[in-house]
């Protein structure tokens, strides 16, 4: 069982950053996949970063990649998203979310935890 916290959103005008956090509570023992998502209003969540914290191996969506890094602390604790040149499409509730098995992918549906979210707005 894991509980999942973000915080770290905010807003930002276009080209700037943010560095969302989500702290991890639980059997962070185990090896999960974590990763971020995000929502905007009427649409579904779309995934944009995951790791493995087995082995610290990454994948991005296209709308994101290189722009944003996910990362985690040593002590798995802790999950980051740093989101730089930011745009106002980046504008979204921002979730973290992990699961049990492997491999990680972008997929809602492939999640059993989830956090409450932290908003990110980007202005023009």
């Known amino acids: 069982q894991l509980r999942l916290v973000e915080s770290g959103g905010g807003s930002v005008q276009a080209g700037g950053s943010l560095r969302l956090s989500c702290g991890v509570f639980?059997?962070?023992?185990?090896?999960?996949?974590m990763a971020w998502f995000r929502r905007t209003p009427g649409e579904g969540r779309e995934g944009i970063a995951t790791?493995?914290?087995?082995?610290?191996?990454?994948s991005y969506a296209d709308s994101v990649k290189g722009r944003f890094t996910i990362s985690q602390a040593a002590s798995k604790t802790m999950l980051y998203l740093q989101m730089d040149s930011l745009k106002p499409e980046d504008s979204a509730m921002y979730f973290c979310a992990a699961a049990h098995l492997a491999p990680c992918v972008l997929q809602p549906t492939h999640y059993a935890y989830w956090g409450r979210g932290t908003e990110v707005a980007v202005s023009s």
């Open positions: 639980g059997d962070t023992d185990s090896r999960y996949c």
């Open positions: 790791v493995y914290t087995g082995d610290g191996a990454t």
